[in-house]
């Protein structure tokens, strides 16, 4: 199926993120969450969330991703959004830019990540203890 059968239909979020799975090249797993903030689905790429996107009728929202966990429930959301305008919705173009936005979340998150001193793991700001250690090295010492 092509981009433009798609476009047609751009209002209909579900297949514009089916358009986007299809399309570009992303980190696995993919998971759908409902937006934190309004209607919409938000797309989260990679492990541990290592990119958002989110698409709406005219511009899409990427950026970092991240995690927190709700009575122990994992959640995830990202952060910092940058706005890519769609002027012509999900063509090549538009692609073309969420693909980059979507490279430079990655990057972005990617520089936040942190060495735990003890196991020496690499972990998201929101796996470490404000101690320099992850929060399972900190769990177990407690
Ligand atoms: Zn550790």
């Known amino acids: 199926m092509t981009t433009g059968t798609f476009v047609r239909w751009r209002n209909y979020a579900a297949r514009d993120l ?3 799975v299809e399309a570009l090249d ?3 797993p993919l998971t759908i ?4 903030d309004g209607p919409g689905q938000l797309l989260i790429a ?3 969330a290592l990119a958002g996107i989110v698409v709406r009728a005219d511009h899409a929202e990427v950026g970092p991703g991240i995690m927190w966990w709700d009575d122990g429930y994992r959640m995830m959301g990202m952060r910092d959004p940058e706005i890519i305008v769609l002027p012509n919705g999900l063509d090549d173009a538009g692609l073309a830019a969420v693909q980059a936005a979507v490279r430079r979340s990655i990057t972005r998150r990617r520089r936040g990540f942190r060495r735990c001193s003890t196991c020496l793991s690499l972990n998201p700001p929101e796996r470490m203890s404000t101690r320099g250690v992850c929060r399972a090295c900190a769990d177990r010492r407690e």
Request: net charge negative.
């Open 33 to 36: 969450v409902a937006c934190p």
């Open 26 to 28: 992303l980190p696995q």
């Open 18 to 20: 089916i358009t986007v």
């Open 46 to 48: 990679g492990d541990p």
